[in-house]
């Protein structure tokens, strides 16, 4: 609890070096008209002594994405939501909350730009990161931080790492991230109609 309350008052102004960073990465991402990538996502709990680790791939162009992860399919078109389940043959439908706060993969790389302080944390000499802290100025997030690690050389955010209140820390790792300049909006459309016998629930 102390290092909580540590790192937020530590918050108070913005730093000048993590921003014109984090400017960089903005720019480098948003000329990139797609990419695809694998990613390693691991939960900890140390109270509660879990270890979970599951792969999955993304699809990502601008604020559309599609993320394939333990069993589950999710595809966001900016407008909708469909969360798919494999094992159940399941999809769920939803129309998409910007202001739910949710840290999906389309909205990561530019998070800082509002409702966030940030500060540059390491990253001088040989270091192979730029490691940058945001935290929330709403303090109703489910969230107190979040840890970026974005790639000296490329521009790009390889890690990053969420802590939330509940003592919960997702740890993400980025790998095989490739550039896709062939993406359509029906890429990020979910056809019930391909799954035979699939049951939707639609919540719109």
């Given at each position: 609890m102390m290092l909580c309350v540590y790192s937020i008052s530590s918050?108070?102004?913005?730093?000048?070096?993590?921003?014109?960073?984090?400017?960089?990465?903005?720019?480098?991402?948003?000329?990139?008209p797609g990419f695809t990538a694998t990613f390693t996502q691991t939960l900890e709990n140390k109270m509660e002594d879990i270890t979970d680790t599951f792969k999955g791939e993304i699809v990502v162009s601008g604020d559309k994405f599609k993320a394939d992860v333990a069993g589950q399919l999710i595809v966001n078109n900016n407008e909708t939501?469909?969360?798919?389940?494999?094992?159940?043959?399941?999809?769920?439908?939803?129309?998409?909350?910007?202001?739910?706060?949710?840290?999906?993969?389309?909205?990561?790389?530019?998070?800082?730009?509002?409702?966030?302080?940030y500060l540059y944390m390491a990253g001088e000499g040989n270091a192979q990161y730029h490691v940058i802290d945001l935290v929330p100025e709403d303090k109703d997030e489910s969230f107190y931080k979040i840890r970026l690690k974005i790639d000296k050389k490329t521009n790009l955010l390889d890690k990053w790492t969420i802590f939330d209140r509940a003592g919960n820390i997702f740890n993400y790792e980025v790998t095989n991230f490739k550039v896709v300049n062939s993406l359509t909006a029906e890429d990020f459309v979910f056809d019930p109609s391909e799954y035979p016998d699939i049951e939707v629930l639609d919540f719109r």
């Open positions: 918050f108070a102004q913005n730093d000048p070096k993590a921003k014109e960073i984090l400017d960089k990465m903005s720019k480098k991402y948003s000329n990139i939501v469909w969360t798919y389940l494999r094992d159940a043959n399941e999809v769920t439908i939803n129309n998409y909350d910007e202001e739910a706060g949710e840290m999906n993969p389309s909205k990561i790389y530019k998070a800082y730009q509002e409702g966030y302080k």
